[in-house]
């Protein structure tokens, strides 16, 4: 992604109110939408979302959260956090294309008081039920329209399907000083804006937060200004709705410069000042990051520290919970190393269902291993060892990492047996092999969602190896697959 310019930040300030860019205006929206040659376009003021083009698909797991009628192109997000009421008051400027006839739009919502709702800049009606926002319009499939929601609430969680130990509610969570800050994975984000909230539709975002007085509002995506206290970000690669993050607090800010001068931003509190060795970091991880995987994906990186036991590969920010950096350097390092991991394996390139989890968390701990090796001093004979023998208590535990259960979400089968599988590909391939097949994923792929089948053929194509046994045998069998060697030369 290329640096924004000057003149582009300025236009962005004078764009808060609103928080989008250049928006289409109701006289001149419902451009349309066609595919020529198969490939999607979109014509008139909508086509500066192209980016955000998106099939969304009914996730088999989780058929409640998202839908397939819309693909949402961008997301405006006009906030404002009040500590002392704990209230949230917000703009939502949804630019979205309908994928079929319908008689009205929904998208995912808590129930917050809905204040306004316009649909092309008139007036419309909508409702929040069941944790649906549901807006009375007749809309036609390829014809983008503009959604504008404007309301107010306290936040509330919702729950989350799993049984982990790092386990906390979902959504945005109010912390114990009166700050805000979220972790939402699988859904959530429609705890905090009216989102299609699912990873098969991405977009593009534009996010304001103005906070109090001695307060900063820190969201996903590339810092693009400050007016007054009104912060603003801006994502120019796609984003699923789960990797986005939000957080208010008493921050003080620590910048560095990565790779290839990429700028870095943690976001810390006065009683995390402890830990700055250690957050001093990132650049570093960057750095080790790219040998091997190729460009980072994204235009800015950053962490920001928050009140939870867990952490979160929120895109271009990490969200890193405070009990991380607690735990000592070799694991803040490796739970950093392996959230930094994701912004090329699931934020850069993305699962298009929970089915494929695996595609995600097996990618980042089999880097974060290899980050072990490099840096800690882990054998191969004892990630080998280790490995095969997690692999099949997991795999009687939870089943094999293809067939996860709705209500076991994240469950240590996906991360562990789907990092097996990989490393069973590296043993095959040899270093060279495998890490240009690592770096082709991510570059070839950048900004699309995939899947096992996709993720298949590409292995194939790209080592002129078939390796479907290989691939089906640790993600499908209920128990360890044998060891195999390397391909002959």
Not at 130 to 139: A, D
Not at 192 to 216: M, R
Not at 357 to 376: F, H, P, S, T
Request: proline share 8%.
């Amino acid at each position: 992604m290329r640096y924004r310019s000057t003149v582009a930040v300025l236009a962005s300030l004078t764009l808060l109110a609103g928080c989008t860019a250049d928006p289409p205006t109701a006289a001149t929206s419902g451009g349309t939408f066609s595919a020529p040659s198969g490939e999607p376009t979109l014509s008139g003021p909508y086509a500066a979302w192209a980016a955000g083009v998106s099939k969304p698909v009914v996730d088999p797991l989780y058929p409640d959260r998202g839908t397939d009628a819309v693909d949402v192109l961008h997301y405006g997000l006009d906030l404002n956090w009040s500590p002392t009421k704990r209230t949230l008051t917000g703009t939502a400027t949804v630019h979205l294309r309908p994928t079929r006839d319908a008689q009205s739009v929904s998208l995912d919502f808590k129930p917050y008081a809905i204040d306004t709702v316009t649909v092309d800049g008139r007036n419309a009606t909508g409702a929040v039920s069941r944790e649906k926002l549901v807006v009375e319009t007749p809309v036609r499939a390829d014809v983008p329209i503009t959604l504008v929601v404007g309301c107010h609430g306290r936040p509330s969680t919702t729950s989350w399907p799993t049984k982990r130990g790092d386990a906390h509610p979902l959504g945005l969570t109010v912390d114990s000083e009166g700050g805000i800050w979220t972790m939402q994975e699988p859904f959530g984000a429609f705890t905090w804006y009216p989102a299609n909230d699912h990873p098969s539709d991405e977009a593009l975002y534009d996010i304001a937060v103005t906070a109090p007085k001695g307060w900063t509002g820190v969201a996903s995506g590339t810092p693009v200004g400050q007016s007054g206290n009104t912060f603003a970000y801006r994502s120019t690669a796609p984003v699923a709705s789960y990797a986005t993050t939000l957080a208010v607090g008493r921050y003080k800010r620590l910048t560095a410069t990565g790779p290839r001068g990429i700028p870095v931003t943690t976001w810390y509190r006065a009683k995390d000042a402890r830990y700055l060795p250690m957050l001093k970091r990132s650049p570093a991880f960057l750095t080790w990051l790219e040998e091997r995987f190729g460009p980072y994906p994204f235009d800015s990186a950053g962490l920001v520290m928050v009140e939870s036991n867990s952490a979160m590969e929120t895109q271009q920010m990490v969200t890193l919970g405070e009990v991380q950096p607690a735990r000592g350097d070799q694991m803040f390092d490796l739970t950093t190393l392996h959230e930094y991991a994701h912004h090329w394996f699931g934020d850069a390139v993305t699962l298009t269902d929970w089915r494929d989890m695996w595609l995600n968390e097996g990618w980042a701990l089999y880097v974060q291993k290899l980050y072990e090796k490099d840096r800690y001093g882990l054998s191969n004979a004892e990630l080998v060892t280790s490995s095969r023998q997690r692999d099949s208590e997991l795999r009687k535990e939870y089943g094999p990492p293809s067939k996860p259960d709705p209500a076991e979400f994240g469950a240590t089968n996906v991360y562990t047996c789907g990092a097996a599988m990989l490393r069973q590909l590296h043993q095959a391939l040899g270093d060279e092999r495998f890490f240009a097949l690592a770096r082709g994923w991510v570059q070839e792929n950048l900004h699309t969602q995939q899947t096992r089948a996709t993720f298949t053929a590409y292995v194939n194509r790209k080592t002129g190896h078939d390796f479907t046994a290989l691939i089906d045998a640790w993600l499908d069998s209920p128990t360890t697959p044998p060891e195999t060697g390397p391909l002959p030369q």
